[in-house]
């Protein structure tokens, strides 16, 4: 097995891999990806319990024959499971399904407007006092939301993944993250494919003899405070999305990058859960 590749972001306490193999829809062989990404050097595998994939997750862990320990491990408790109660519950459903004592990181996955905010965050709080998980964060919060949350919640937050990528602007977002501390986990990281046949994007993977898609993860991850979660069905795909840690985007090629975010491409919109998003300025 090869040593972990990727380098780690520091956030209250937590060191978290700055990218992560994503498992929301792996249609097919999903245990043999899970294992071929943990012997590839990924070290973060990003599950949640909507995705259907826990079970999978845990057989790719034993099959890659990874310690639990060198292993981080995210997952996502659902918006219908937002009170209390049923929040502990799908917590712990999650840990049974992926054969874990605890997650390193748990999730909020997405917010959830009939319950109040606080009850959500205080019990996220009480999964990670009571060891459910190490660390815990958010996932599609607004501005508001993730200030609100900051405020209420009784531990602290390290993250809250969204979707974030070249065509999507998130300056904001991204500042208000690294004032609470936070890390910023980018979703949808290549756009599911729409960004890797742009232009631009081509043109700097030309100059560094890496693939558009190595391209736009480290434009990703050169940013202070960003890590990255993306998914791959190909084995080589899953295996260059790890190999972004040994070449280094110039300013300019930065931000020739960051001018793509006029494109304003969101991808992930479920209107029965998302959220009235902010609108960045470009
Ligand atoms: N928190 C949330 O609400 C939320 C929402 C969406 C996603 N997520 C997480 O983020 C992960 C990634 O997001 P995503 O799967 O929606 O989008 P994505 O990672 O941006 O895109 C995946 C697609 O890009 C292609 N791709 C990836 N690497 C490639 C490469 N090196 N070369 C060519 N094509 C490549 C894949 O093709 P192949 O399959 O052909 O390799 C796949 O079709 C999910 O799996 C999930 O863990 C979280």
Redesign the pocket.
């Known amino acids: 097995m090869l040593p972990p590749k990727a380098s780690t972001i520091s956030a209250h306490g937590a060191s978290m891999p700055a990218i992560g193999f ?4 792996l249609p097919e062989r999903p245990v043999e990806l899970v294992a071929h990404a943990i012997k590839s050097g990924y070290r973060l595998i ?3 319990r909507k ?1 259907g994939t826990e079970e999978k997750v845990a057989e790719g862990i034993r099959a890659s024959g990874i310690a639990r320990k060198d292993l981080w491990v995210t997952t ?1 408790v659902t918006e219908e499971n937002a009170r209390e109660a049923d929040f502990l519950k799908s917590a712990e459903t999650s840990l049974k399904a992926l054969g874990l004592d605890y997650v390193d990181l748990l ?1 909020v ?2 917010p959830q407007p009939n319950v109040p905010l606080k009850e959500t965050l205080c019990a996220l709080a009480k999964a990670k006092r009571q060891g459910l998980a190490k660390h815990i964060g958010v ?2 919060y607004t501005l508001a939301m993730l200030d609100e949350a900051v405020k209420v919640c009784p531990e602290p937050l390290i993250t809250n ?3 974030y ?1 070249a065509y999507l602007p998130q300056d904001r977002m991204l500042a208000a993250l690294r004032g609470h501390g936070m890390i910023l986990t980018a ?7 729409e960004l ?1 046949g742009d232009p631009v994007v081509l043109a700097v993977a030309k100059v560094h003899g890496k ?4 391209v736009c993860l480290r434009w990703l991850i050169q940013q202070p405070m960003v890590a990255a ?6 084995e ?3 295996e ?2 790890l190999d972004v840690f040994d070449f280094v985007l110039s300013d300019d090629e930065m931000k020739n990058l960051s001018a793509l975010r006029s494109k304003r491409v969101r ?2 919109d479920p209107p029965e859960r998302a959220p009235k998003w902010d609108v960045e300025p470009v």
């Open positions: 994503g498992t929301m829809l990003d599950t949640a995705y996502k999730l996955h997405w996932s599609n993944q969204i979707e990528h979703y949808c990281p290549v756009a599911r494919g890797l693939t558009a898609a190595q979660v993306p998914r791959a069905l190909e080589a795909h899953i260059q999305n991808i992930a």
